[in-house]
């Protein structure tokens, strides 16, 4: 099966300070990438979509100056979380979706941010 | 509304049994559906997709309702490894993935 990674896998960050996440597929490429995130006992929520070489579309409530999305190549797309804040604490996992024919959507491991 | 609404649970299974549950969802217009698994702490897991005719992979059994629209998962023989909790997703009209919050089942001995 596809192979996506996620770094760091945990994090803990100060209030107030930058957390950049990166999403690799490490086997396949993908033209589209979704981003979630999961709070406790919650369904995933979509946050933005990207596609490579593009600008993120983002959710309704979800700020984008806060939530920064590259997605710079087929293989790699970032999410930085700005001025992360407590409430930012959740599970973070990026979704690419392969080029065609495939266009399967697949999930990377997540990564779990806590902000103290 | 929630797109996508599941009964939390927890199942309570004993190994061997057969358990089944639902999910229903909002949108009308949704063309797929399907069933993950996620373990704690993990990502989600594509288990099965959903069919209109109904589809069976091993011991899961996949259903759709699209007049009443739910969807429904049955376990057959539930191993301990089963437990998990299964997350039902339906795409909206753009083909994005709508999770429901999931439905935990614990096989117990």
């Known amino acids: 099966g596809a192979v996506v990674s996620q770094h760091p896998s945990r994090v803990i960050c100060k209030s107030g300070t930058s957390v950049k996440i990166e999403c690799r597929s490490l086997d396949f490429q993908a033209t589209t990438m979704f981003w979630y995130r999961q709070f406790p006992k919650q369904s995933l929520m979509l946050m933005a979509t990207s596609n490579e070489g593009s600008k993120a579309t983002y959710e309704q409530g ?6 920064l999305i590259n997605h710079a190549s087929l293989t ?15 599970f973070y996992i990026c979704s690419p979706r392969a080029t065609r024919p495939s266009n399967e959507q697949y999930f990377g491991p997540g990564t779990r941010l806590t902000v103290t | ?22 999910c229903t969802y909002s949108n009308s217009a949704s063309q797929s559906f399907f069933w993950y698994r996620q373990d704690c702490r993990k990502e989600p897991k594509l288990l099965m997709s959903v069919y209109s005719s109904g589809n069976e992979d091993g011991r899961f ?24 909790t ?24």
Do not use: M
């Open chain 2, 1 to 22: 509304r929630k797109e996508v609404e599941q009964d939390p649970g927890p199942f309570n299974v004993p190994e061997g049994a057969t358990v089944a549950f639902n």
């Open chain 2, 61 to 84: 059994t996949a259903q759709l309702n699209r007049a009443s629209q739910y969807i429904s998962l049955l376990i057959r023989d539930s191993k301990l490894s089963d437990s998990a």
């Open chain 2, 86 to 109: 299964y997350l039902c997703v339906a795409t909206d009209s753009w083909g994005k993935l709508q999770f429901g919050a999931g439905t935990q089942v614990v096989v117990t001995p």
């Open chain 1, 62 to 67: 979800v700020e984008k100056d806060k939530f």
């Open chain 1, 76 to 90: 790699l797309s970032t999410l930085t979380v700005t001025s992360a804040h407590p409430e930012d604490s959740s």
